[in-house]
């Protein structure tokens, strides 16, 4: 069996070969960096975190400080935290079978 014929044939869930082809070796349009990053995201979302990052950027600088939180709004991440831990190291009460 080839490079190319492994690369297409996968075991399926009961240990049947499947053919499934390659979509890799049909893309021909690639930049600098392999065409790596419009691999996971679209032109879409790359404009939308491009203008969050600008907004994220230029906002602090443009609009007044705000007056500080009531006191008990800043120790709600803290509760939050505490919730989080206690469910994290809590018991639980199922039975694991192993087989």
């Known amino acids: 069996m080839s ?23 049909k893309k ?22 491009g203008c969050l990052t600008v907004s994220l950027l230029i906002l602090p600088l443009v609009l007044p400080p705000l007056p500080p939180p009531p006191f008990l709004l800043l120790l709600l991440p803290i509760f ?12 639980s009460n199922t039975t694991y079978a192993y087989m």
Not at 3 to 18: D, K, T
Not at 39 to 44: D, L, P, V
């Open 28 to 49: 021909t349009v690639r930049g600098k960096d392999g065409g790596k990053i419009w691999r996971y995201f679209t032109s879409e979302s790359v404009v939308l975190l």
């Open 3 to 25: 490079g190319a014929e492994r690369r297409r044939s996968r075991l399926g869930v009961w240990g049947e070969v499947m053919n499934v082809e390659d979509d890799y070796s």
């Open 80 to 91: 939050i935290l505490g919730l989080l831990m206690n469910l994290a190291f809590m018991p």
